[in-house]
């Protein structure tokens, strides 16, 4: 029997098909014939050989090539800081102000005063300072390397105490006791996991040279559990002459108590306890970009800011521009809560959530039966963990495609929808969903139903 593999066309023949010939027309040849390559050795390593359509494959893979890989998303998980998906979507005025600097030159590290050199350090710094009544401020690439600047800064290569119960896995397998060890600091380790008390610190003290607390921003510890409060750790700190290093994680710089989230602590609190850092992620609860952001004393911001590190984490010119622009907001703090996507969505109320689902539910095709349930949203993105988010969402009966069928066309169509799948149904919370796209929503359940 021969092997229909043996009659594969060549990358030349297929290339003067003409449906194929065209689609150099529309994309780079070069990519055009990768894409013919790929098709034939795909079908060169298949058992059923050639497909039923070379052109309708080669389309399909050049289409894959071309693609961006990076594309915008419509969240409607109800997961306000979704890691997957970007965490915090920026405000108008910060992608306004990415766009002005990334289509121009910039005053990155240029005084227009002097017309001197300057230096990429001090943006952001005096807002920062002020808004969290920091002495200094700084602004690297993430908080993860935030804190290895800060350790290599002012603990490296000496002991750096921690609680047993805060050596912690952040996203994507990262763990503190990893990153404590790439900084040349020697971790400590005191307490146990359940319970550390302030003598477990004070009895590890001789031979430290700083107290690091980590904020277990991630998960919850309950029931027979204990652990010293910082303003505690900060005064046993400076009674010892050591410096005090707080690593609070989500960057809360609004009141969220009016809405029930009010377990996570505020930069303003951490620097009010005479913390000589404060570390915090800028794509969080702040509702910036991707940044670590370091906050705390002149001499102790100074010695992370002449690090040789502090070179290789620095922040772009992007990410210091919404950085910026997301930092004035909060200077009026009412127009904050407003204008801050990651801030809107957490302080929605319970009526505003009904009247948004039941608008995305007019705009969901009749085929799919919309209906609004009572339901949950999370805060995400390692913040506020126990908190409960009511939500009112729009649930979907997906009919023969099921939940995962649908859920797979909408995740692959244009735009792309990320929704939830539970009890058989598709879930869309509006929480997370600008109202202007409802309408793409509609077009994009529509798009899938329609799809053979």
Not at 164 to 173: F, V
Not at 258 to 268: A, F, R
Request: proline letters at 6%.
């Amino acid at each position: 029997m021969t092997d229909p593999r043996r009659a594969l066309p060549s990358v030349a023949r297929l290339l003067r098909e003409p449906a194929i010939a065209a689609l150099s027309e529309a994309a780079p040849p070069n990519v055009v014939v990768a894409a013919v390559r790929e098709a034939i050795d795909a079908a060169r390593k298949s058992r059923s050989g050639a497909p039923a359509d070379w052109a309708a494959d080669v389309q399909e893979r050049l289409r894959r090539r071309t693609t961006p890989s990076l594309q915008p998303v419509l969240n409607a998980t109800g997961v306000v800081l979704h890691t997957n998906l970007g965490r915090a979507p920026l405000a108008e005025a910060a992608a306004a102000a990415v766009q002005a600097v990334a289509q121009s030159y910039s005053t990155v590290e240029f005084d227009l005063g002097s017309g001197a050199r300057g230096h990429r350090a001090d943006h952001c710094r005096t807002l920062l300072a002020e808004l969290s009544g920091a002495q200094d401020a700084l602004v690297v690439n993430n908080a993860a390397g935030a804190l290895v600047l800060a350790l290599n800064a002012m603990a490296a290569p000496g002991q750096v105490l921690i609680s047993r119960g805060e050596l912690i896995e952040i996203g994507g397998s990262f763990r503190i006791p990893e990153i404590m060890e790439k900084s040349g600091a020697d971790l400590h380790e005191v307490g146990t996991t359940n319970r550390t008390h302030l003598d477990d610190y004070r009895e590890g003290i001789e031979g430290a040279v700083a107290i690091l607390t980590v904020h277990r921003s991630n998960f919850e510890q309950r029931g027979f559990v204990s652990t010293p409060e910082a303003a505690e750790l900060a005064r046993l700190a400076h009674q010892a002459s050591l410096p005090y290093i707080y690593d609070i994680g989500s960057g809360l710089l609004a009141d969220l108590s009016p809405w029930g989230l009010d377990s996570e602590p505020t930069v303003q609190s951490a620097v009010a306890l005479r913390a000589d850092l404060v570390i915090f992620s800028g794509d969080k609860l702040l509702g910036g970009p991707q940044a670590g952001c370091l906050v705390g004393t002149r001499v102790a911001i100074q010695r992370c800011r002449q690090n040789p590190f502090a070179r290789a984490l620095r922040a772009d010119k992007l990410t210091l521009a919404a950085m910026e622009a997301t930092l004035a907001l909060y200077r009026e703090p009412e127009r904050a809560l407003r204008e801050i996507p990651v801030l809107a969505m957490l302080t929605l109320s319970a009526e505003e959530l009904v009247k948004r689902a039941r608008a995305l539910a007019a705009k969901c095709p009749e085929a799919l039966h919309p209906r609004l349930e009572a339901g949950e949203s999370a805060v995400g993105g390692g913040a506020f963990p126990g908190a409960v988010l009511p939500t009112t969402v729009v649930s979907l009966d997906p009919g023969p495609l099921g939940a995962d069928g649908l859920a797979l066309r909408l995740r692959v169509g244009q735009p792309a929808l990320i929704g939830r799948v539970a009890d058989g149904r598709l879930l869309l919370d509006p929480r997370t969903l600008p109202v202007d796209a409802y309408g793409d929503v509609g077009l994009a359940l529509g798009r899938a139903l329609e799809e053979p």
